[in-house]
């Protein structure tokens, strides 16, 4: 797991703005001021994996934030082309606002799976299914740098929703397009939505966005192919790859 401190530095230097430190320290690492004042905040962990996340109590990088609210989702869909009876992987869905969205588009003979370490969001998720009866939903806690609870070649689509760059940070992305190969059909969907490489908020840092090309790099070592580009709103954009 990695908490990127770019934020602590930016809210540390002149002119050092308190409330700013305190409200950014509670969205990017989930300490209140309180913890912060008491020398709770380690901010000092090393990069790796997601291995004693549970254990440690702290959530996956980016846990909790979704882009769903940030994108055209009519035009989302609509370049994704769910079709009936398709079976979706969200990785990192968070609360799976994707997933119960997608799960009125597979409909009843569809399956989607909804995977996250976060397990609070996992929990939502099921909740939110539960409440809409959407019977079609799995929703897993899983680490995506380990081996999917997925069989092979089942997955018809797969997302990774703004999540990607997070993946290169964790440096997992290895790991994950590994087992993304092996689930996904022969000329299956990948899905990647990412944020466009420029200034934010919303979105991380621009130095840690990726760039069309760079997950062009990332992905056809691992046997996808760029299909489609779509611009999805003013911040993000969506490519679609192919399975070969």
């Known amino acids: 797991m990695v908490y990127n401190t770019d934020w602590f530095w930016r809210a540390r230097c002149p002119p050092y703005n308190p409330a700013r430190f305190f409200d950014l320290a509670k969205n990017r690492v989930g300490l209140d001021s309180a913890e912060l004042v008491a020398g709770r905040a380690d901010l000092s962990i090393k990069k790796g994996t997601n291995n004693n996340m ?19 989702v009519n035009k989302f869909f609509n370049e994704l082309n ?3 009876g398709n079976s979706v992987l969200d990785l990192a869905c968070g609360r799976g606002a994707y997933c119960l969205a997608a799960s009125e588009i597979v409909g009843e003979k569809g399956r989607v799976y ?6 609070e969001g996992i929990e939502l998720l099921k909740s939110a299914a539960a409440a809409k009866n ?3 939903i799995d929703a897993i806690v899983s680490d995506a740098g380990k081996k999917f609870p997925v069989d092979e070649h089942t997955i018809d689509v797969c997302l990774m929703a703004t999540v990607l760059h997070d993946f290169v940070e964790d440096k997992i992305d290895q790991e994950v397009l590994h087992e993304t190969a092996r689930v996904v059909k022969p000329n299956g969907i990948l899905a990647i939505m ?9 979105g991380p840092p621009r130095h840690i966005r990726l760039s069309p090309e760079q997950v062009d790099d990332l992905l056809i070592p691992f046997g996808f192919k760029q299909e489609h580009f ?6 993000n954009y969506l490519l679609l790859y192919k399975k070969t």
């Open 230 to 235: 779509a611009d999805v709103g003013p911040y």
């Open 194 to 202: 990412e944020f466009k490489k420029i200034d934010g908020p919303p």
């Open 82 to 84: 769910l079709q009936k």
């Open 114 to 119: 909804g995977m996250d370490l976060w397990e």
């Open 54 to 72: 549970k254990a440690n109590g702290k959530k996956p990088t980016a846990a909790g934030k979704s882009s769903y609210d940030l994108i055209d």
């Open 134 to 136: 959407s019977t079609n």
